[in-house]
C-alpha cells in the first residue's frame, strides 16, 4: 500500500521505501505499459502536438509534499506526459535519425539500473569491463575490421554515450599524439588544424571548439555531387596550411554523413593522413551498423588506416539510446 501524508510514513518507518514485493507487483504493471506502447504506437501522433511551455504548465510549480500511489504517477504519465512525446520508436518516424530501441534492449537496460553498477574501472565491477571488451572484440569481427582495433592487439574498443564523445576523445588524443604529449601540461603551444567537410556532423566543430584548437582552426573542405568528401580541395588545404606555417593535426571522414548518408573516400582521405601525420578518425555513428554486412564492406576499404572508429549501435542496431562504440 502507499502513502498519503508524511505522518503515516513515520509512523511505518520499515514501509518507508518500496517493498521488493511491491516493486515486483508495480514492476510487472510498467512492463505491461510499455508492451500496450508498442501495441499501440502507430496510433499517436509522430511528433508532439503540444506548444513550448504547456506541459510544463501542467505540473506543480514546488515538489510534492505528500507521496502517490504508483497508480496515480502512471495516470500522471498517460495524461500529462504522454502528450509531450515524440514517438522515435514509431514506425512512421522519419526526422532526425534512427535510434532503434527493441525489447531485449529494454530489458538489458531494466538489469543494468537494477544492478546500479558503477563500471568507471575494472575493481568497481570486473564483469562490466570485461564483457564490454569481449563484445567490442566481437564487433570488431562482426565488422570486418583489422586485428589492430582488438583488444588482443594495439586496440581494444570502449562504450562511449555517443558518437560526439568519441569525436572529442578522438580530437585528445589526436592533439596529445601531435604535440608528443606536451598541451597536456603547457596548453595547446602549437597552430594545430584539423580538417572535416562540408556535411560532417556539427558534434566535430563542437568537440574542435570544446578542446581549444578553435573553429578557425577547423577546415570545411567541399564535397562532391555525393556530398561526399573531395580528396583533391583537402589536399590543397594542407598545403596551404603547411605553407602558412599551421600543423595539420586532424581528419574525420564520414562513413555515412546524418543529412544524406554519403560516404567519404576512406581510403583515399586514409593516405593522405598517413602522408601528412594527421590522426585519421572516421564517424560511422550512421551506417556503421551496415558494416555488419559482408556486402557493404567495400565502403570501409582503407579502414586499417584510421587511428580511431565509432558507430552508434544506437541507430541501427536496435540498441536503447545511448551506446556509441569506439575503438
Ligand atoms: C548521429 C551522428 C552523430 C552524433 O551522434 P550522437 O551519438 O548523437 O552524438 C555523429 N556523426 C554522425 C555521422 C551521425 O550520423
Known sequence: MYFKNLNQLKLEKNNYHMSADQFREEGKKVIDWIADYYENIEKYPVLSQVKPGEIKALLPENAPQNGESMEKMMNDIDRLIMPGITHWQSPNFYAFFPSNTSFPSILGDLISSGLGV???????????????????????????MPEKFKSTSTGGGVIQDTASTSALTAIIAARERATKFQSNKTGIQQKLVAYISTQTHSSLEKAIKIVGIGSENLRLIEVDEKFAMRTDLLEEQIQ????????????????????????????????????????????????????????????????????????????????????????
Open 118 to 144: 558503477q563500471g568507471m574501472i575494472w575493481a568497481t565491477s570486473p564483469a562490466a569491463t570485461e564483457l564490454e571488451t569481449r563484445v567490442l572484440d566481437w564487433l570488431t569481427e562482426m565488422m570486418g
Open 240 to 327: 596551404k596550411d603547411k605553407t602558412a606555417g599551421l600543423k595539420p593535426f586532424f581528419i574525420c571522414a564520414a562513413l555515412g554523413t546524418t543529412s544524406s548518408n554519403a560516404i567519404d573516400p576512406i581510403e583515399k582521405i586514409g593516405k593522405i593522413a598517413q602522408k601528412e601525420n594527421c590522426w585519421f578518425h572516421i564517424d560511422a555513428a550512421m551506417s556503421g551498423t551496415a558494416m555488419l554486412c559482408p556486402e557493404f564492406r567495400h565502403f570501409q576499404a582503407g579502414i586499417e588506416l584510421a587511428d580511431s572508429y565509432c558507430f552508434n549501435p544506437h541507430k541501427w542496431m536496435f540498441t536503447n539510446f545511448d551506446c556509441d562504440v569506439f575503438g
